[in-house]
């Protein structure tokens, strides 16, 4: 089995910085992109940022003050993100496209598993 945990949200003040984390585990052969999406209450859930190799792109409504992150060697992807907005107030969502081994070795692609969300809150 492989699951994706997300750790880093909560409240902060506008203008305020907030860093999430996410962990892959279980038996990983490799992965091949990590992204970051979000969903506002009401709203469609939306990419926020997407690192694979060593390539990145972040959503217009981001750009310049998310940055994405990984660290290959522990299977983890981090957001750093500054000067937080009241509207980027939502769930944060990890996503990984990614390779694993089952019990009895054989490799299986699996595209977009999920973690199960971490909230974050921009608010005075």
């Known amino acids: 089995q492989v699951q994706l945990v997300e750790s880093g949200g909560g409240l902060v003040l506008p203008g305020g910085s907030l860093r999430l984390s996410c962990a892959a585990s279980?038996?990983?052969?490799?992965?091949?992109?990590m992204a970051w999406y979000r969903q506002a209450p009401g709203k469609q859930r939306e990419l926020v940022a997407r690192?694979?190799?060593?390539?990145?792109n972040y959503a217009d409504s981001v750009k310049g003050r998310f940055t994405i992150t990984r660290d290959n060697a522990k299977n983890m992807v981090d957001l750093q993100m500054n000067s937080l907005k009241p509207e980027d107030t939502a769930v944060y969502y990890c996503?990984?496209?990614?390779?694993?081994?089952?019990?009895?070795?054989?490799?299986?692609?699996?595209?977009?598993?999920w973690g199960q969300g971490t909230q974050v809150t921009v608010s005075s």
């Open positions: 996503n990984a496209d990614l390779v694993y081994s089952d019990r009895v070795g054989r490799l299986n692609q699996v595209n977009d598993i």
């Open positions: 690192i694979t190799g060593g390539s990145t």
């Open positions: 279980g038996r990983i052969s490799s992965i091949n992109a």
